[in-house]
């Protein structure tokens, strides 16, 4: 585009001239700059820097974890998300927490080789130089050896008659690992070039975390789940019945993991961890059968009267690396979040998951889903139609009073509003 060569060149400042002068307005360059608190911080992180964008963080309490209450901090710009979260993690702490557990802690990286002319042959020769890969690997970060952690084993996959692919697992400690596995996937690939003169295609790290698998489960008393009159053991049914529709029907099971990820998601990146990676492990891992199905499964054991879930998904977290040690608000996140390591970190992120979706899920077999969120939905809706504070609480008010959710509506209301108030 004109007027932007060069661009990652300029400084903050010319950045935001170039834009006043061919897009935005003074105003606008005046919102860009209020919101950058940190510019300095903000173009050591990212290209092109223009400002801060800023969501919304809240409190979850409630969410009970092997024996330990966390308050966990959300990052979200979604009504009731925080209050669903608080109310599942509610719910299970009446009948003792989740029980959170960790399977393993390896991040997978391939090296792809390509134009191979007999695939077996090669499996062998590489099979045969698995020790040499992973000193290789190893000595590409030597800083990872020293912290107890490194490569540990290497595993081969024939994708087609031509392609190979080799997945190195790494013990990356406390990091999340991505720039780490990189490293020593790209002084893997050059010792394959040069000893076995193959084609090397790529060398990346996989956000199919399948050695990072994190589990969370929990047993509710379906005594606590009575609502409203409503026996509690009808309710833990269809919460089952609506688990399995989520294994059987990809169109449920999709929304069924939007809401999981939904806490996730927020934890995660308040955490000040990469929310895309885990996003592209827990659909992989969705779809693991060959069909996409819900990630949580819910059984109402009729005979013990419990309602019993389970959730397991990869999570590549990491407590230090990429921009968790130098955004400041990831710190005070961390520290509400009791400094958890990267272990325990997977663990409260998963059960929060679990508690996300069984607030969800109650809603859903209950009151229906719009119900909890209509409040600051409505909200949401007077603050676009220009409604002040003083004018949103009446409006939202009158609009519940009314049964109308819609921008139409609230303009004419507010606009009534305004007229009686001004005669
Ligand atoms: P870093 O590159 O920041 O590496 C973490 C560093 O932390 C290590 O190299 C290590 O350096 C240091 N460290 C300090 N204490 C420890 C400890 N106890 N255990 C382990 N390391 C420690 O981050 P990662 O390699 O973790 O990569 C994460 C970043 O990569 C994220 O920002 C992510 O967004 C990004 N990314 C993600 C990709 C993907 O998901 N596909 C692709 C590319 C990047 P030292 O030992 O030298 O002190």
Known sequence: MQGFEKYYRKTWHERLEILNKHTISDEQVK????????????????????SEYHLPEGVALNLVVNGIEYLVPMATEEPSVIAAASHGGSIVKKSGGFKAETKSRLMIGQVVLENVSDVSEMQKELELLEKDILKVANDAHPSIVRRGGGARSVKLKILADDLLALYLAVDVKEAMGANMLNTMLEATAEFLKSKLKSDVL?????????DSLVSAKCS??????????????????KIAQASRVAQLDPYRAATHNKGIMNGIDACVLASGNDW?????????YAARSGRYRGLSTWNYDEKKQVLEGELTLPLALGSVGGSISIVPLVSVNRQILQNADAKTLGEIVCSLGLAQNLAAL???????IQKGHMRLQLKSLAKSVGATADETKILVKEMEKRKVRDSVHAREILKEMRENRDE
């Open 276 to 284: 895309r990676a885990v996003e592209a492990g827990a659909h992989a």
């Open 202 to 210: 790529f060398a990346i790290l996989s956000n199919y975390a399948t």
């Open 220 to 237: 509710i008393g379906v005594e606590t789940l009575a609502k409203n009159g409503v026996d509690g053991c009808e309710i833990a049914r």
């Open 362 to 368: 109650y809603a859903l077999v209950t009151d229906g």
């Open 31 to 50: 919102i860009l700059k209020d919101g950058a608190k940190n510019p300095e911080l903000g173009e050591t992180m990212i290209e092109n820097f223009i």
